[in-house]
C-alpha cells in the first residue's frame, strides 16, 4: 500500500534557527497535510497543499506540494520553542480524496533549545 | 473548525478489564472516526463511527475488541475491552469538518498493567 516517508525523524536545533523537513511517497497523492502534535494533545492541522507546485504559509511555516506530486517540505523560520512537538505529514490515498482513510507518515520530532 | 471534548484524558487500567472513551462535539458532524497511537508511532485509523449504524472497522480491528457507539451526531464512545499491555497507547478522536480537514480531541493516554 501507500507510504509516506518523513525525514528527518527528530531534529534538535538552536532557538531562532530555520527548520525543513520533508516527506515523500512512491505514489502520487493529490492534496497533502501537515499536522502538528505537541506533547499530550491530538494533532492540528497547520497547512493544507491541493495542487502541484502549490507554496502556502501560515505565520512562519511554508510548506510546498512537490511538482512530481510524490512530495512535499515544511520549513520553519525562526524557530521558538513553543515549535517543539511532532510534526506528521498525510494524505488521502489515490484519487478518491477520501480523507476517512488518510495515510500518514511516522513524524519528525522537533526539539528547540532556547 | 470543531472543539471536541475527549475524556478521560487517561487512565491506567488493569489486564482484562475494559474502558469507555467518550468524545463529544460542538456541532453536529457526519464524519467521526478513531485513530490509536503507539508509543512513538504515527496515527492508525480504529474505525469511523456511523452514526444510526454499525461501525466501520479497518483490517486488523474488529467489533468485539473494539465496540464503538455513534447515538447522535455530537457524540460517539469506543470501548477498549478485555485489555492487555498491547492496548497501551494514545485513543483519538476525530471528525472531518470538510473534506481532508480532521479536527482532533486531545486524546485518551492509555496505560495496561
Known amino acids: 500500500g501507500q507510504q509516506l516517508n518523513q525525514s528527518p525523524q527528530s531534529m534538535f536545533i538552536q532557538e531562532g534557527e530555520d527548520v525543513s523537513m520533508n516527506c515523500t511517497s512512491s505514489s502520487i497523492f493529490n492534496t497533502w497535510l501537515w499536522y502538528k502534535q505537541d506533547p499530550g494533545e491530538g494533532p492540528v492541522l497547520l497547512i493544507a497543499l491541493y495542487k502541484a507546485g502549490e507554496l502556502t504559509s501560515n505565520g512562519r511555516l511554508t510548506a510546498q506540494f512537490g511538482i512530481t506530486r510524490k512530495d512535499s517540505f515544511l520549513n520553519i523560520s525562526a524557530s521558538i520553542p513553543s515549535d517543539v512537538g511532532i510534526y506528521f505529514c498525510a494524505g488521502p490515498p489515490g484519487n478518491a480524496g477520501n480523507n476517512r482513510k488518510l495515510i500518514w507518515g511516522l513524524g519528525t520530532s522537533l526539539a528547540v533549545n532556547p | 473548525s470543531a472543539v471536541i471534548s475527549q475524556k478521560p484524558s487517561r487512565d491506567i487500567c488493569q489486564r482484562g478489564t475494559s474502558l469507555t472513551i467518550q468524545c463529544q462535539v460542538d456541532?453536529?458532524?457526519?464524519?467521526m472516526f478513531w485513530y490509536r497511537q503507539q508509543p512513538g508511532q504515527s496515527l492508525t485509523l480504529i474505525a469511523t463511527a456511523n452514526q444510526g449504524s454499525e461501525a466501520t472497522y479497518e483490517s486488523g480491528f474488529v467489533i468485539d475488541k473494539f465496540p464503538i457507539s455513534r447515538p447522535n451526531l455530537t457524540f460517539s464512545t469506543l470501548t477498549v475491552s478485555n485489555m492487555s499491555p498491547e492496548d497501551s497507547s494514545i485513543y483519538l478522536c476525530?471528525?472531518?469538518?470538510?473534506?481532508?480537514?480532521?479536527?482532533f480531541g486531545s486524546g485518551t493516554q492509555l496505560s495496561v498493567l
Open positions: 476525530s471528525v472531518a469538518v470538510s473534506l481532508e480537514k480532521l479536527f
Open positions: 456541532s453536529q458532524v457526519t464524519m
